[in-house]
């Protein structure tokens, strides 16, 4: 055995082998279990899509009933989809280390805060697609062809990914900050949950008097929503531009966040 | 000329970890440094400190002072290059439900950049007695065999230093006899063995050289020999039918049934066998033997409360 051999990894390198490693771990962890991680909120999503068409369509007028409340709410379900299992995978994977006290053998290696962070969101970015995609696949039945087929793909894009990171990054400080699964359940029931179905999945909110649409501009994740389903219609409550400054501001605080907790190690290491 | 860095030097560390009944100190200016290729024990009773230093080393626990460093890199400030050539096997029994052996393996080799590790696991799988194993998942296997898992993780990446905090609790009489023989064998190729156990004849019989912690301080740092001919003494095992009233503060029960003695000198000895004959009691079987390495510890950790 030589002794004197180099370690595999090059100082100065920003991006090392355990990126990648930690990566595939993340998208293998989900990736097995794909039943209960992908299929199961596709499903679950259906659902939601089948109640609410069946029974509002008819009741319902958004843009000045320039789109079906189907169609509008289609984009919102894929969003909230993304968002709500990009926000499970890290911190569910997170906290499940913690618990399991398995943890240890990601923080052994010589793989940086940076690496971990990037791994576990971009490992929650896929989980949210690959969740969205399964969504918009088994709603295109339901609504005429034309009307989930987006007008402005790359919006659709930015918003999917930029809106998954953000929830990823929020996963891995509540898995950071949960010490059991309680906590967690808290942070998801009283606060993920919530801000996302008061965000506009299933209504525009200029149909909402206007001291809820204030509120609601105060939601980051109606930004979110807004600005996705604007890739479809070209159409939205507020600017795109806007909604994406406003996403772009949220990720930075974000993972400013993130990237402080796991350099101190908080309730990682003693 | 520089002259190669010792495989690990602790230097001043002290630990104090928050508590709601105040701060507890878990290390105390502890230092010492372990020689590239030496086969070294760290010991000491529950709550010394050796997992605290361990993790220390492992960058699991910052010092609240002094450095660690592994062949000459701070375990803080480059700690890429320290952890890349620290193998650590954990005292806790962990394992992720996710994953085969395999797989568990094959991951932990690709964190540190390890390409092409397939020989490799290959040969940890055989010498860990695991190949039969190899594609069954963590959940399914026994204390025993994840324990074995989390050496071959430890050694995946070929580190040129390892550290086994008690690897053999838990695991069987011959697959603990072949870890040792597999670990004389990577101490023989170079490598540095840092190793914690309560089994102290394995301590004994393996390591040339031994550190005891006590409540966070260092009461002892000597090669095993010179610490075992500082201990002196005679240990005394005699089988009998029942002990005489008269030894009774003096003897230890074993595990085999056996009256255990601890003597200054083999002159003592006739005071011992003196009580068994005045009490009637004769003596079935007797065992000589030299001071042991619990000996040597139990001694140094009382000598150290008395001075404390």
Not at chain 2, 3 to 8: G, R, T
Not at chain 2, 216 to 236: F, I, K, N, P
Request: neutral net charge; contains cysteine; glycine residues 8%.
């Amino acid at each position: 055995m030589d002794m004197t051999r180099k370690p595999a990894i090059a100082r100065g390198t920003i991006l090392g082998p355990g990126f990648r490693a930690l990566l595939g771990k993340e998208v293998l962890r989900f990736w097995k279990v794909a039943l209960q991680t992908i299929v199961a909120p596709v499903v679950t999503t259906l659902l939601y899509l089948l109640i609410f068409s069946h029974v509002l369509d008819e009741h319902v007028r958004v843009y000045d009933g320039r789109v079906a409340y189907t169609a509008f709410l289609v984009p919102g379900l894929i969003m909230m989809s993304m968002l709500q299992n990009a926000f499970a995978n890290s911190s569910s994977s997170l906290i499940q280390s913690k618990m399991m006290r398995n943890l240890i053998f990601i923080l052994l290696p010589p793989i940086t805060s940076l690496e971990i962070y990037l791994a576990y969101v971009l490992g929650a970015v896929l989980r949210g697609l690959a969740v969205g995609f399964g969504v918009w696949l088994v709603t295109l039945p339901f609504v005429p062809w034309h009307a989930l087929v987006p007008d402005h793909p790359l919006w659709n894009v930015a918003f999917a990914v930029f809106g998954s990171s953000a929830m990823g990054t929020l996963g891995l400080i509540a898995g950071i900050w949960s010490e059991k699964f309680d906590h967690l359940a808290v942070f998801q029931n009283f606060f993920i949950m919530p801000l996302t179905f008061l965000s506009g999945v299933f209504y525009s909110i200029h149909s909402l008097p206007v001291f809820w649409q204030t509120v609601s501009h105060l939601n980051p994740f109606f930004y979110m929503i807004d600005g996705f389903r604007y890739g479809f219609f070209g159409a939205a409550d507020v600017s795109p531009w806007l909604s994406l400054a406003i996403l772009l501001l949220f990720n930075l605080v974000l993972s400013a966040v993130a990237l402080r907790l796991l350099a101190t190690g908080y309730k990682l290491r003693s | 000329m520089t002259s190669s860095p010792p495989a690990v030097e602790f230097e001043r560390v002290s630990k104090t970890f928050p508590a709601a009944s105040g701060a507890v100190r878990a290390l105390d200016d502890v230092s010492f440094t372990v020689e590239q290729g030496e086969f070294f024990a760290l010991l000491g009773p529950n709550g010394a400190g050796k997992t605290t230093l361990i993790s220390v080393l492992a960058g699991l626990a910052r010092p609240t002072s002094g450095t660690a460093r592994v062949l000459g890199f701070d375990v803080t400030r480059d700690y890429r290059e320290a952890r890349s050539r620290l193998g650590v096997v954990p005292q806790e029994l962990v394992f992720d439900p996710f994953f085969t052996v395999r797989e568990t393996l094959e991951l932990q080799a690709r964190y540190y950049g390890v390409r092409e590790a397939g020989p490799w696991i290959d040969e940890l799988l055989t010498q860990l007695d695991l190949t039969h194993k190899a594609r069954a998942n963590m959940r399914a296997l026994s204390g025993g065999m994840k324990r074995r898992v989390m050496v071959g993780q430890a050694l995946v990446h070929k580190p040129p230093v390892i550290v086994l905090d008690e690897p053999t609790a838990g695991v069987d009489v011959e697959l603990r006899q072949n870890l040792w023989a597999f670990m004389k064998r990577l101490n023989g190729e170079g490598h540095t063995i840092i190793l914690t156990t309560h089994y102290l004849e394995e301590a004994e019989s393996l390591c040339t050289r031994v550190a005891m912690l006590k409540a966070g301080r260092l009461v002892a740092l000597d090669s095993t020999e010179r610490l075992l001919r500082g201990v002196g003494g005679v240990s005394v095992e005699i089988s009998a039918e029942r002990l005489p009233e008269a030894l009774a503060e003096s003897a230890t029960l074993q595990a085999s049934g056996a009256f255990g003695f601890t003597l200054p000198d083999h002159a003592a000895l006739e005071g011992v066998l003196a009580a068994f004959r005045s009490a009637g009691v004769s003596v079935r079987e007797l065992r000589v033997g030299g001071a042991d390495l619990e000996q040597a510890f139990l001694r140094l950790t009382a000598r150290d409360a008395g001075t404390a």
